[in-house]
C-alpha cells in the first residue's frame, strides 16, 4: 500500500509563506484525486484542498486564494504552497487520498504560525 511522507512544515511568521511536500512511496497517478488535510489541537481532521488527475483543483472556503495544490505524478509528490498564513492556519498538515477511503496516514507535518 502507497504511504506518505510529509514535510515542509515549521514556524512561520503571520503572512509568511511554507511550501509542503507529500512524497509517496509508490505511483500516485492511478489516484484520482490527492488532498491535503489539517488537523488543529482540538479540532477534527479536514480537507483543506485536493487535486484530481486531470488537474482540477477544490480548496476549502478558509485557505481559497492562499493555498495552491499541485501534484507531480513522475515524482509521486504533492505540494501544497501556502502564502498569507495567519494563526488559524496553525496545525499538523498530512496529505491522502480524497473522497475516497483513505491509505494509511503518514505523520504529518507541523505548521506554526505566531509571531
Known amino acids: 500500500q502507497v504511504q506518505f511522507v510529509e514535510s515542509g512544515g515549521g514556524l512561520v511568521q503571520p503572512g509568511g509563506s511554507l511550501r509542503l511536500s507529500c512524497a509517496a512511496s509508490?505511483?500516485?497517478?492511478?489516484?484520482?484525486?490527492m488532498g491535503w488535510y489539517r488537523q488543529a489541537p482540538g479540532k477534527q481532521r479536514e480537507l483543506v484542498a485536493n487535486?484530481?488527475?486531470?488537474?482540477?483543483?477544490i480548496y476549502a472556503d478558509s485557505v481559497k486564494g492562499r493555498f495552491t495544490i499541485f501534484r507531480d505524478n513522475d515524482k509521486n509528490t504533492v505540494y501544497l504552497q501556502m502564502n498569507s498564513l495567519k494563526p488559524e492556519d496553525t496545525a499538523v498538515y498530512y496529505c491522502?487520498?480524497?473522497?475516497?477511503?483513505?491509505?494509511?496516514w503518514g505523520q504529518g507535518t507541523q505548521v506554526t504560525v505566531s509571531s
Open positions: 487535486i484530481a488527475s486531470t488537474g482540477s483543483t
Open positions: 491522502n487520498t480524497a473522497y475516497t477511503a483513505p491509505l494509511v
Open positions: 509508490g505511483s500516485i497517478r492511478s489516484i484520482f484525486r
